[in-house]
């Protein structure tokens, strides 16, 4: 079963067969807050996360994250939550630094 793990959340650990859904919807099911400042819409790069491993089990990207990507505003190691999907395995990710809420209790 697919599965995302937020390295910096204590490795919180998310499992879901929902293979059609994006990765800030599974999180955002799971009750665990993940920014997202345009609504999911691809307009901001607030909800991108920082991929650790299980870059190669997620949807290809996206038009507007491959502008991002053009624009120096993602790294190759990073992606839009609210763009892509995690078709198979594990998702190993972190919550960039900038992006942090401060009422989360982040573990590095
Ligand atoms: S929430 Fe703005 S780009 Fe994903």
Redesign the pocket.
């Known amino acids: 079963m697919p599965r995302i793990v937020i390295q910096n959340l204590g490795n919180l650990s998310i499992d879901s067969e929902r293979t059609d859904r994006k990765v800030?919807e599974l999180i955002h099911e799971n009750g665990t807050d993940w920014?997202?400042?345009?609504?999911?819409?691809?307009?901001?790069?607030?909800?991108?996360m920082i991929v650790v491993k299980g870059l190669e089990n997620l949807s290809p990207e996206t038009e507007?994250e491959l502008i991002?990507r053009r624009q120096h505003r993602l790294r190759t190691n990073e992606r839009?939550?609210?763009?892509t999907q995690l078709l198979e395995g594990e998702l190993i990710i972190r919550v960039a630094e900038i992006n942090k809420f401060p009422h989360l209790a982040y573990t590095e």
């Open positions: 800030i920014m997202h400042a345009c609504g999911k819409k691809g307009r901001c790069t607030t909800c991108k507007v991002y839009l939550s609210c763009q």
